[in-house]
């Protein structure tokens, strides 16, 4: 019904900067929040930010100063600037959104993932 293709994923340096972007598409009719989730190896899912339709953004404490998150509504995108990476910002990145279908409830739906490694 709804499709996130993640893309921007890479290698960087400490200190360097990196932005993801996430395209939506399907028989969508609205799309209320979308954001990014990371797992890093052993630990568990955790989101890194979200926005909402009307702009409000939220932030993880640990990102939070160094990442900015974005979205345009009419594209049906999200976007991750992610400044000052640190090595525990490595992780695999999911797109992720909350949207409504042409005649279906909210559900949450998840890209498949993109790379990111910060390391010398």
């Known amino acids: 019904q709804v499709q996130l293709v993640e893309s921007g994923g890479g290698l960087v340096q400490p200190g360097g900067s990196l932005r993801l972007s996430c395209a939506a598409s399907?028989?969508?009719?609205?799309?209320?929040?979308m954001g990014w989730y990371r797992q890093a190896p052993g630990k568990e899912r955790e989101l890194v930010a979200d926005?909402?339709?009307?702009?409000?953004?939220n932030y993880s404490d640990s990102v939070k100063g160094r990442f900015t998150i974005s979205r345009d509504n009419g594209k049906n995108t999200v976007n991750l600037q992610m400044n000052s990476l640190k090595p525990e910002d490595t992780a695999v990145y999911y797109c992720?959104?909350?949207?409504?279908?042409?005649?279906?409830?909210?559900?949450?739906?998840w890209g498949q993932g993109t790379q990111v490694t910060i390391s010398s």
């Open positions: 992720f959104t909350k949207a409504l279908t042409w005649g279906s409830n909210a559900r949450d739906y």
């Open positions: 399907g028989r969508i009719f609205v799309i209320n929040t």
């Open positions: 926005i909402t339709l009307g702009g409000i953004t």
